[in-house]
């Protein structure tokens, strides 16, 4: 019995061809939702970090009960303290003064210290009606999502603005 050996003229590379397409495929795939995690993952850090930012200066604020209409302040505003409380006494508009100072500071990374969030402020609104205290804490940053965006922290830098904001009652 004679055995015929047939030739396949190029069917196997072929076939390999197909298989690395479709690997190619997948592993675009595979990059994608990798880089869709990375941004999601951003965005939940970000926020979370807002969320620490207001939580704190509201915080500072109950501390300070005596005061806490002196805690209001704009997104664009500075809060310059003369008198540095962790180091003295401190009477409770002093305290208030340095708490916003340095609230603003670790919001902006102002006075050598990193932000807290790219290109954040941060805004606070009290107000007291029939004795009933309340505040309105809005931490605002932007982040950058699209490769080759320019990440200084100036205002002109691209990215999508967010904002976080807490009402509460004192």
């Given amino acids: 019995m004679t055995m015929r050996l047939s030739r396949q003229n190029g069917a196997g590379l072929m076939e390999v061809m197909v298989a690395l397409f479709v690997l190619a495929i997948g592993l675009l795939g595979f990059a994608g939702l990798q880089n869709s995690s990375l941004?999601?993952?951003?965005?939940?850090?970000?926020?979370?970090?807002?969320?620490?930012?207001?939580?704190?200066?509201?915080?500072?604020m109950r501390a300070n009960r005596d005061v806490v209409d002196d805690y209001t302040i704009g997104f664009d505003d500075d809060?310059?303290?003369?008198?540095?409380?962790?180091?003295?006494?401190?009477?409770?508009?002093?305290?208030?003064?340095?708490?916003?100072s340095q609230w603003?500071?670790?919001?902006?990374?102002?006075?050598?210290?990193?932000?807290?969030?790219p290109d954040a402020d941060g805004e606070i609104l009290y107000s007291n009606?029939?004795?009933?205290?309340?505040?309105?804490?809005?931490?605002?940053?932007?982040l950058r999502e699209a490769a080759g965006e320019d990440d200084d922290n100036s205002q002109d830098n691209a990215g999508t603005r967010y904002s976080y904001e807490m009402r509460t009652q004192i």
Wanted: proline share 0%; hydrophobic share 45%.
């Fill in 39 to 60: 941004v999601f993952s951003q965005k939940a850090y970000a926020n979370s970090q807002a969320a620490f930012m207001t939580q704190d200066i509201l915080e500072r």
């Fill in 79 to 100: 809060a310059n303290s003369g008198t540095d409380c962790a180091a003295a006494n401190c009477t409770a508009a002093q305290m208030a003064a340095w708490d916003l």
């Fill in 104 to 117: 603003k500071e670790s919001l902006r990374g102002d006075n050598g210290q990193r932000a807290v969030l």
């Fill in 129 to 142: 009606v029939g004795g009933v205290e309340r505040a309105v804490i809005t931490v605002r940053y932007r």
